[in-house]
C-alpha cells in the first residue's frame, strides 16, 4: 500500500520538513516519516499539499506533462471582471511565456473558509472578490502572476483541489491520510 497524505497548509509554512532559519515547516504539522511533497505551495499561500511515500505517484501528482487539474480559490483586489475572465480563460502572457487556458469563474466568498493569520491587508476605499481558478501547469507563483497580469493582484490564495482530492473536512493545520493501492 502506499501513503497519501492531504494536508491543509496554514499560511507561512513553509513546504519543506526542515529549515534552518528556524521558520514554520511540515514537521510542525505532521509526525509521518518517509514522505515527501508531491509540488509545492509557496510560503504565502495557503491549502492543499498532497505528500507521499510512493515516488511514481508524487511524479504523476507533480510532473506537469501529466497536466493534473489544480483549484484555487483566489481573493483578489477590485471587483473582477468578465474581460479578466475571459483573459484567464484564453490564457494570459507571462514573462516565461503564454499560459494554458484556464476555467475561471467568479465566486461568493466559499463557505466555511477559515480566518487567515494574520488577515490580508484590505484597504477600506478597494473592494474584493473572489474567483475559482483552476489551472494544468505548476509555475512559479502562476496564479499570483496571471490574476496581476489581468490587472487584479492577489491578496489571498488557497490550493482546494488537486485532480480528484480536495480540503474538504480537513482544517487547517490538519491532514488526512489515505492508503492507496501499490501500483
Known amino acids: 500500500m502506499s501513503k497519501l497524505v492531504l494536508f491543509n497548509k496554514p499560511f507561512d509554512v513553509l513546504c519543506q520538513f526542515t529549515d534552518q532559519e528556524g521558520r514554520s515547516t511540515l514537521k510542525d504539522y505532521i509526525d509521518i516519516a518517509d514522505i515527501y511533497a508531491a509540488g509545492r505551495l509557496d510560503r504565502d499561500s495557503e491549502g492543499l499539499l498532497l505528500l507521499t511515500d510512493d515516488g511514481k505517484l508524487q511524479n504523476r501528482i507533480s510532473n506537469p506533462k501529466f497536466k493534473q487539474p489544480k483549484t484555487y480559490w483566489v481573493q483578489i483586489e477590485g471587483e473582477i471582471d468578465d474581460q479578466a475572465l475571459i483573459q484567464l480563460r484564453k490564457g494570459v502572457e507571462l514573462k516565461d511565456g503564454r499560459t494554458r487556458p484556464a476555467q475561471a469563474k467568479k465566486i461568493s466568498e466559499p463557505e466555511n473558509l477559515w480566518p487567515r493569520i494574520p488577515p490580508i491587508r484590505e484597504r477600506k476605499n478597494i473592494p474584493t472578490s473572489w474567483l475559482q481558478l483552476t489551472i494544468t501547469e505548476g509555475r512559479n507563483r ?28 480537513i482544517e487547517p493545520g490538519q491532514y488526512r491520510v489515505l492508503d492507496l493501492p501499490a501500483r
Not at 159 to 167: A, F, N, P, Q
Open 142 to 169: 502562476q496564479v499570483r502572476r496571471m490574476t496581476a497580469a489581468v490587472g487584479f493582484p492577489t491578496l489571498r490564495l488557497i490550493r482546494y483541489k488537486i485532480g480528484r482530492w480536495s480540503l474538504q473536512d
